[in-house]
């Protein structure tokens, strides 16, 4: 799986959209607009994906790709969704 977060500015101002894309089948799994990075809804938002996932039966281990942002490298994030 994939999550990146993507800024959107709207005219009511700056959000971001975080998003779980499964890079198999290309569906988001999971996704949630913030108005602001955080290391806790990003987490959150994983830890929605992988209950999709296992929730469809899917019980092998999971490799989550991300860029380097400081919301996916914290501790938290790095430390609190083994699978």
């Known amino acids: ?3 990146d977060a993507t800024r959107l500015l709207l005219p009511d101002g700056v959000f971001w959209i975080y998003f779980v894309l499964d890079v198999t ?26 209950a999709v996932l296992r929730a469809h039966e ?11 942002g400081s919301d996916f490298t914290s501790d938290l994030f790095q430390q609190g969704w083994s699978s």
Do not use: N, P
């Open 58 to 68: 899917h019980h092998e281990s999971i490799l989550v790709q991300s860029d380097g």
């Open 25 to 50: 089948s290309r569906v988001v799994r999971a996704s949630r607009v913030v108005r602001s990075l955080s290391m806790h809804l990003a987490k959150l938002t994983l830890d929605e994906a992988v």
């Open 1 to 3: 799986m994939q999550i």
